[in-house]
């Protein structure tokens, strides 16, 4: 499995963005049902943080800080999984990157162990300036 993030860039604050994370070479006969994936972000000097975790197990975790701003959904026919990003912050600069791992088990559970995700895409920038 790949993925590959994309919809990051520049934004003022309050503004918005929508992230992509595209995953190919899902095994054969796997969907994105199979799959929790999950967006984390990472600032400059800082550890990384879990932003939003989806699974078909559970409804979808946010981190506290982007709950009520942030939308996590996935088309499954195009492999891919969004992050709406609204009302944007300068703390919400970052590097966006998805994770996955093949398991139907609880993205709340992913988020907060996200060593156990087997595969990651290389991120995205988001720079959100005043």
């Known amino acids: 499995v790949q993925l590959v993030e994309s919809g990051g860039g520049s934004v003022q604050v309050g503004g918005s963005l929508r992230l992509s994370c595209a995953a190919s070479g899902l095994t054969a006969g796997s969907t994105l049902d199979d799959y929790v994936i999950g967006w984390f972000r990472q600032a400059s000097g800082k550890e990384r943080e879990a932003v939003s975790c989806i699974s078909s197990y559970d409804h979808p975790y946010y981190g506290e800080s982007v709950k009520d701003r942030f939308a996590i959904s996935r088309d499954k026919a195009k492999n891919t999984v969004y992050l709406q990003m609204n009302d944007l912050k300068p703390e919400d600069t970052a590097v966006y990157s998805c994770?996955?791992?093949?398991?139907?088990?609880?993205?709340?559970?992913?988020?907060?162990?996200?060593?156990?995700?087997?595969?990651w895409g290389r991120g995205t920038l988001v720079t959100v300036s005043s």
């Open positions: 994770g996955a791992v093949r398991d139907r088990y609880s993205g709340s559970y992913y988020c907060q162990a996200s060593r156990f995700l087997t595969v």
